[in-house]
């Protein structure tokens, strides 16, 4: 999402590794911080080391499908837009 709303509001800038570092650690923080909660404020839920490899992962691989396709859709769609004008 910190990417496709960076390339929206900022389409003709390209999308670089400092931004994607960030988007991974941002979305690796809410996955660690879910879990965490998870164990402190549920009775019903505990918090778990390999639930949290998972949301890393997650993020791993959003970030680079993002960086893979965003570049992409959006070429599309200010070439779409361009035409229209």
């Not at 509001?9 to 998870?38: D, N, S, W």
């Not at 998972?54 to 035409?83: E, H, Q, Y």
Request: aromatic fraction near 10%; charged fraction near 20%.
């Amino acid at each position: 999402v910190l990417l496709f709303d960076l390339s929206r509001t900022h389409p003709k800038r390209k999308v670089y590794f400092r931004e994607m570092v960030i988007a991974f650690i941002i979305a690796t923080c809410m996955g660690a911080l879910m879990e965490v909660l998870q164990g402190i404020a549920t009775s019903s839920r505990s918090a778990d080391w390999w639930d949290m490899a998972a949301n890393s992962g997650g993020a791993i691989t959003g970030t680079l499908i993002g960086m893979v396709t965003l570049p992409v859709i959006f070429s599309v769609l200010f070439r779409k837009s361009k035409r229209k004008n």
